[in-house]
């Protein structure tokens, strides 16, 4: 099984700040990742996919990137609506997700 | 619009069955896989099962292999899992999603499954 290791597990930033959140996972996976966003309460949404593809409608302050085991989720200039948890996901053998990043504003 | 409809939860006892349900709408549903993804109590995200577009392929996670079985009715667009031999550990919310080849595009609300005597 690919284990997704994300970190750090939480974050506090400040509104304007540049946040970013990585994700190793334990064998190459060609780039199958995708990030989802779950407000508290909510269903996760999905952000990125293929590492650093942005899913239509999202905001172009989310970027992701990355390759074989290492990836990573930014967020610039940092926005209240933007107070989540983030998961990564591999899709290259089977669906397994990161243990998610909580993110707060400072 | 897209809209994905879990129904089917509730509380049950160690060992007993329940059946969850999830309506789709909004999209042609047999031209989709369609996946169920659980989350504990304050927990992470867990995929549970996949089914293909026919649900002619079936995949599960190894935890729930041999209890549940993903199944789906595409004259009726509704997407089902039937939860066999339930334990503790199973207690969540599970969300029914829309899956592409790029991950997991549309959820559903969730509903909550508690697993207690």
């Known amino acids: 099984d690919i284990r997704m290791t994300q970190s750090p597990a939480s974050l506090s930033a400040s509104l304007g700040e540049t946040v970013n959140i990585e994700c190793l996972a334990s064998?190459?996976?060609?780039?199958?990742l995708a990030w989802y966003q779950q407000k508290p309460g909510k269903s996760p949404q999905l952000l990125i996919y293929?590492?650093?593809s942005l899913q239509n409608g999202v905001p172009s302050r989310f970027s992701g990137s990355g390759s074989g085991t290492q990836y990573s989720l930014k967020i610039n200039s940092l926005q209240s609506e933007d107070v989540a948890t983030y998961f990564c996901?591999?899709?290259?053998?089977?669906?397994?997700f990161g243990g998610g990043t909580k993110l707060e504003l400072k | 619009e897209v809209q994905l409809v879990e129904s089917g939860g509730g509380l049950v006892q160690p060992g007993r069955s329940l059946k969850l349900s999830c309506a789709a709408s909004?999209?042609?549903?047999?031209?989709?896989?369609m996946a169920w993804v659980c989350q504990a109590p304050t927990k992470g995200l867990e995929w549970v099962a996949s089914?293909?577009?026919?649900?002619?392929?079936?995949y599960y996670r190894d935890s729930v292999k041999g209890r549940f079985t993903i199944s789906r009715d595409n004259a009726k667009n509704t997407l089902y899992l039937q939860m066999d031999s339930l334990r503790s550990e199973d207690t969540a919310t599970y969300y029914c999603?829309?899956?592409?080849?790029?991950?997991?595009?549309?959820w559903g609300q969730g509903v909550m499954v508690t697993v207690s005597s």
């Open positions: 909004g999209f042609t549903f047999s031209n989709y896989g």
């Open positions: 089914i293909s577009t026919g649900g002619g392929n079936t």
């Open positions: 064998e190459d996976i060609y780039s199958d």
């Open positions: 996901q591999q899709y290259n053998n089977y669906w397994t």
């Open positions: 999603a829309r899956h592409r080849r790029t991950g997991f595009d549309y």
């Open positions: 293929n590492a650093n």
